[in-house]
Every structure is written in structure tokens, then in C-alpha cells.
């Protein structure tokens, strides 16, 4: 892990493992997904140790706090080293799942568009009998 003083916010996403490359990082950030200590910043903003980022991806949105810094990606262990989440953010996710869960129905009503297969087995059994 290379210690370095300040880093490029969108080369630190890419390294915590945020963003699956530097380019989806810097499109989050240009995009408004992502603040440092709560102000909207570009993809060349400095960040150090202490920092702390608002990040939103889909649904989901955390807030950690830099602990590391590091311009290499490396593996998972080690890049979850590098920053801590906060207790709110880690709560708010969980309540969010939960909901997300208790909200799902069925992936679509009965009778509306095309069989599923279940329904396609009923329909072949029953005009295999009718012939």
C-alpha cells in the first residue's frame, strides 16, 4: 500500500474498490455521486487521510472516512483497509435493504405477458389432452 499524502479523488475510488475502473470513478464524480466532506468536487480534487466522502451508487449511498490512501488497486483486504464506514451509513444501509426485501412482489401478475414456465407445462399438459 503506497502512502502518499494526497491522491486524486477518482484514482482513490478506483483503488478502494468503489468503481470497477478509473473511468466509471470519474464519471461518478463529474456526475454529482460522490461529494468530499459534504461539497460537490472534480475527479482531480485532492483528498488526505481524514476526509470524509458521500458515495451513492444505485440505491445504495454510503459515508465513509478515509483512513489510507493508496494510487494502486489492490486486493479486497487490503482496500477495505483503506477507508471505515460510518455506523449511520452502515444502519441506513441495512434499513434500506430490509425495506427493499419486504417490498418485493412477484416479478409479474398472473395472466400478464408471457408464461412462465411452470404456466407453459400446464398449457402443453392440457391440450395434449384435449387431442
Not at 499524502?5 to 461518478?28: G, M, N, Q, V
Request: aromatic share 4%.
Amino acid at each position: 500500500m503506497e502512502q502518499t499524502e494526497r491522491i486524486r479523488i477518482d484514482k482513490w475510488l478506483w483503488a478502494a474498490r468503489f468503481f470497477r475502473s478509473r473511468a466509471l470513478s470519474r464519471k461518478a464524480v463529474e456526475g454529482g455521486k460522490v461529494h468530499c466532506n459534504g461539497r460537490r468536487v472534480k475527479p482531480s480534487h485532492m483528498i488526505k487521510a481524514g476526509d470524509t466522502l458521500q458515495i451513492r451508487q444505485g440505491s445504495c449511498s454510503r459515508t465513509v472516512r478515509i483512513v489510507g490512501l493508496s494510487g494502486q488497486r489492490g486486493p479486497a483486504p487490503i482496500a477495505a483497509a483503506l477507508y471505515r464506514e460510518t455506523e449511520e451509513s452502515i444502519l441506513r444501509r441495512e434499513q434500506e435493504a430490509q425495506q427493499r426485501r419486504s417490498q418485493a412482489g412477484p416479478l409479474r401478475s398472473r395472466g400478464r405477458g408471457r408464461p412462465a414456465k411452470r404456466e407453459r407445462r400446464h398449457i402443453i399438459r392440457f391440450t395434449q389432452r384435449s387431442e
